[in-house]
């Protein structure tokens, strides 16, 4: 399996633009999760689905932040618009519903809003 | 308000030495203590993980040392190896409600020196 995929690895805009991240998880993940992380807060969950349907937003720090998962192979992360204070890294993360309580994290997208 | 709290910040241990990174919690339900180990540029992945009922766990050089009246767990890494140089993060769920809810600590910097 190729793990977690996550789309663009690197992103950078300018303050009020759209901003769309993605994610496939891992096949057969019942569960995925957005993280993001910053050197002052660490990491922070924003969102995790189960089945595809959002069961925790309370993360989402505002409405600027949306998130679908539309189908078991596919997530968006959006903010819009973007400011410079959401520059971070952004992880998404998969798990299956049984099993193991791992999360598998993908390789993040750091994004940088000028 | 930070229901994990992990100490310290950062760590530079010589080759050989032995790391011990600390953490404490705050919610007497959680039941799942992981740690996370993540190397610059990737995602975090599970290292090794406790369950309130043992004291301690120990995987190769990995040791998680558990005190629930404390509310404490530590991770000790014997024999520390370069390689071993990383972030590392403590975390606590509960297993109840899935082990969706990952609150992580904010991480510490790992570096063993040759």
């Known amino acids: 399996d190729a793990g977690v995929i996550q789309s663009p690895r690197h992103e950078v805009t300018e303050m009020g633009q759209e901003v769309t991240l993605r994610c496939k998880p891992i096949s057969g993940h019942n569960s995925l999760f957005w993280y993001r992380q910053t050197m002052m807060r660490g990491l922070e969950l924003l969102i995790y689905?189960?089945?595809?349907?959002?069961?925790?937003d309370s993360g989402m720090p505002e409405d600027r932040f949306s998130a679908k998962m539309p189908n078991a192979s596919f997530s968006t992360l959006k903010i819009q618009p973007s400011e410079p204070r959401d520059s971070a890294v952004y992880f998404c993360a998969s798990r299956p519903d049984r099993g193991p309580y791992e999360q598998y994290f993908g390789p993040g997208t750091r994004l940088t809003v000028t | 308000q930070q229901q994990v709290k992990q100490s310290p910040q950062s760590l530079i241990v010589q080759k050989g030495g032995i790391s011990i990174i600390n953490c404490a919690y705050e919610n007497t339900a959680f039941d799942y203590f992981p740690w996370y180990q993540q190397f610059p540029g990737k995602g975090p992945a599970l290292l090794i993980a406790i369950r309130p009922d043992v004291s301690e766990k120990k995987e190769g050089r990995f040791t998680i040392s558990f005190n629930k009246s404390a509310k404490q767990f530590s991770l000790h890494i014997m024999d520390s190896q370069p390689g071993d140089s990383a972030t590392y993060f403590c975390a606590a769920t509960l297993i109840q409600t899935g082990a969706n809810n990952l609150f992580f600590g904010t991480g510490t910097r790992l570096t063993v020196i040759p």
């Open positions: 689905f189960n089945n595809n349907v959002p069961i925790d």
